[in-house]
């Protein structure tokens, strides 16, 4: 085996080079640290470990998205009910999906379903494209809810 010693590798010409050919793999040693300092790009995650789309929005009054990921928009279906709708689909509908809420003042008996309280679990509340939650309070009646997070684990593309 070669070895290499340098302090810096510069591309011959233009902004970028290309190390090594497609399949090749680069092993980093224990202990070894990456430093990055600008922009990298086309580093892969192992396939569900993150979340592929994820939310959190005001439910009252007008509701807005505060910050979200993989998010084309936000539907405020009825009190309490909210539908997320994703940016690059998930490959099917058999995602897991996490979320919380707060209310703004008084008690926080507060839990979000994917189904509404009469029904229970609703299949249509759960696609390839959206997700519906459901946000009920002390388990009986829908209510908006100051604070929603969502996260969506899946096979988003």
């Not at 998930?90 to 008690?107: E, F, L, M, R, W």
Request: hydrophobic letters at 35%.
């Amino acid at each position: 085996m070669s070895e290499l010693k340098v302090n810096k590798i510069s591309p011959a010409t233009g902004t970028a080079f290309t190390l090594g050919d497609s399949g090749d793999t680069f092993t980093v040693p224990s202990g070894a640290t990456i430093v990055n300092s600008g922009t990298a790009t086309g580093f892969g995650v192992a396939r569900n470990t993150v979340s592929g789309c994820w939310i959190d929005f005001n439910g009252t009054g007008t509701v807005a998205i505060r910050d979200s990921y993989n998010v084309s928009s936000l539907t405020d279906d009825a009190t309490g009910t909210y539908t997320v709708n994703f940016d690059a689909d998930c490959g099917d509908a058999n995602y897991a999906t996490i979320a919380n809420c707060t209310y703004s003042s008084g008690t926080n008996n507060h839990h979000i379903s994917l189904g509404n309280a009469a029904s229970g679990y609703g299949v249509a509340a759960v696609a390839a494209d959206s997700c519906k939650l459901y946000v009920v309070y002390d388990g009986s009646a829908p209510q908006d809810v100051t604070r929603v997070a969502a996260l969506f684990y899946g096979d988003f593309s």
